[in-house]
């Protein structure tokens, strides 16, 4: 039998029984007591009656009700914790797509740079290339204009000098003509 069917039962039998403290036993008590009163046990069991009816309507019906109550507060809140569940899912998600889509924009931006910092290298390198290779026309120009300047430097020394030899050869003074025709046969000699 089930643990509720004995509850109902105790309260039964020890009516039937009809319990006496005193202890003493005796043949017309027994029978008494094998049979019991009707009365008393049509009062006792209406009693009993009212009584479970008082704790059906006042105790288990509230209790029942507060047990409800508190079972749908708590499938509500096991809801409320499932979709806050699926929310944070979501999030997590988007916060991952986020950081991945970041990683990407952020490697973009990293090989941009090189390959801006590869441009910029090559054209400095033009650049670089390009002003060596001035500087080396305008050292070449420097040295040119330096080697005729020095070339008209030794001509003009070689005159002066030849002047100067051919008056004291000649013992006089040196015409225009005689200057002339001396100093290109010098040259002559000279650039053989």
């Not at 090559?122 to 204009?145: C, G, P, S, W, Y």
Request: charged share 30%; glycine share 4%.
């Amino acid at each position: 039998m089930k643990k509720r069917n004995l509850i109902f039962l105790l309260p039964i039998s020890l009516l039937l029984t009809g319990c006496d403290v005193s202890g003493e036993l005796n043949g017309d008590a027994f029978i008494g007591k094998l049979i019991p009163n009707w009365i008393s046990f049509v009062a006792q069991l209406g009693a009993l009656l009212v009584l479970i009816l008082v704790v059906i309507i006042f105790g288990y019906k509230p209790i029942k009700k507060i047990i409800n109550k508190r079972q749908e507060h708590i499938m509500s809140e096991i809801e409320e914790a499932e979709k806050s569940k699926a929310v944070w899912q979501e999030n997590e998600l988007k916060s991952k797509e986020t950081v991945l889509a970041s990683n990407r924009t952020a490697a973009d931006i990293v090989a941009e740079a090189k390959s801006n910092a590869e441009v910029e290298r090559n054209k400095i390198l033009e650049q670089t290339a390009f002003d060596v290779e001035r500087m080396k026309k305008d050292a070449e120009n420097d040295i040119a204009r330096m080697e005729v300047e020095a070339q008209e430097n030794i001509r003009k020394e070689m005159v002066s000098v030849a002047l100067d030899a051919s008056k004291e050869l000649l013992g006089r003074e040196v015409t225009s003509e005689d200057n002339t025709r001396l100093l290109e046969e010098f040259i002559e000699d000279v650039k053989k």
